[in-house]
């Protein structure tokens, strides 16, 4: 800081957090997970402060960026299916899609799997889509549903469902809409 350098790259947030603190001016672009959770930055659209870069976790902000964008490419759809294990739907990440579906004029449907996840779960949540008369779908980023991708836009295109998806694999599957890392960055 005291070189009074043009920008300054921070290799965690860890380190950004340093920086920030004894400097306020020089900007800090930084590699980091969760960077709202860390108290980096106060949303991943508008950082603010001194402090931008790329995260290799949003964290739960990312569930509302996707319900958001979902909404936009169908406005009309009111009831939103979750689709991810019964851990993720009951613990955070189920709270955050339920909050963001709420703002939006929604209602957030829990299309839940059980274990193993494995091709008769996915269709058993698709027929709980189908009971719920959901409109359109948030898949979430668990491992089980990457490895399913295929299936999963299979079945989407079946109940005619706009969905999001977390990775850009699905979009390059056949999935219409994809928010979040891309294959390089997955494995």
Do not use: C
Not at 69 to 90: C, H, M, N, Y
Not at 114 to 124: F, K, T, V
């Amino acid at each position: 800081v005291a070189l009074k350098p043009d920008v300054i790259f921070a290799t965690s947030g860890r380190l950004a957090e340093a920086f920030r603190r004894i400097n306020t001016a020089i900007p800090i672009v930084t590699i980091t997970s969760e960077p709202m959770a860390l108290g980096l930055a106060t949303s991943l659209a508008r950082p603010g402060g001194n402090i931008t870069g790329f995260t290799v976790d949003p964290g739960t902000e990312v569930v509302g960026k996707r319900l958001g964008l979902l909404k936009e490419v169908a406005p009309s759809a009111t009831r939103i299916a979750f689709l991810g294990s019964r851990q993720a739907w009951d613990g955070t990440w189920g709270r955050v899609m339920r909050e963001a579906a709420e703002r939006t004029g929604s209602t957030s449907i829990a299309a839940t799997m059980g274990d193993p996840i494995g091709e008769s779960e996915y269709r058993r949540a698709f027929a709980v889509m189908a009971k719920e008369r959901a409109q359109a779908l948030v898949v979430t980023d668990h491992a089980e549903g990457f490895g399913n991708r295929s299936l999963i836009i299979e079945l989407a295109a079946q109940a005619r469902l706009p969905a999001i998806y977390a990775y850009r694999a699905f979009v390059e599957a056949g999935g219409v809409l994809g928010y979040g890392l891309g294959d390089a960055e997955v494995g």
